[in-house]
């Protein structure tokens, strides 16, 4: 857990503020990588790696459409949001 989260390893779920939030596997997966690293910037390419794969050959901007399905979800501020903070010119971070 981390501030208002709740992330169900087991059941694959995430809750904010003991409301549910539905998360695709990659969303999942991206949150989990967050909490395991709370505070701390992650760069695009270590999120891309781990969540994707050291073999991903997609796109590097399909991320931030991920991440900005996950601040809908959770309910984040576009213009300044308030839990995943992007770190210009490194990645991004969750704070709580």
């Known amino acids: 857990s981390s501030g208002p989260f709740v992330l169900h390893l087991r059941s694959r ?3 904010k503020n003991s409301d549910h939030i539905r998360l695709t596997q990659t969303e ?3 949150m989990k990588l967050f ?3 709370p505070g ?3 760069s695009r390419e270590e999120i891309l790696h781990a969540v994707w794969g050291a073999d ?3 796109y590097e ?3 931030g459409v991920h991440i900005r399905h996950l601040r ?3 309910g984040d501020s576009m213009d300044k949001p308030r ?3 992007t770190i210009w010119g490194v990645g991004y971070k969750i704070e709580s």
């Open 56 to 58: 991903y050959a997609g």
């Open 35 to 37: 909490m395991e690293n």
């Open 61 to 63: 901007n399909s991320l």
């Open 28 to 30: 999942f997966a991206i």
């Open 72 to 74: 809908e979800k959770l």
């Open 83 to 85: 839990f995943i903070k």
């Open 13 to 15: 779920t995430l809750d």
């Open 40 to 42: 701390r910037a992650l």
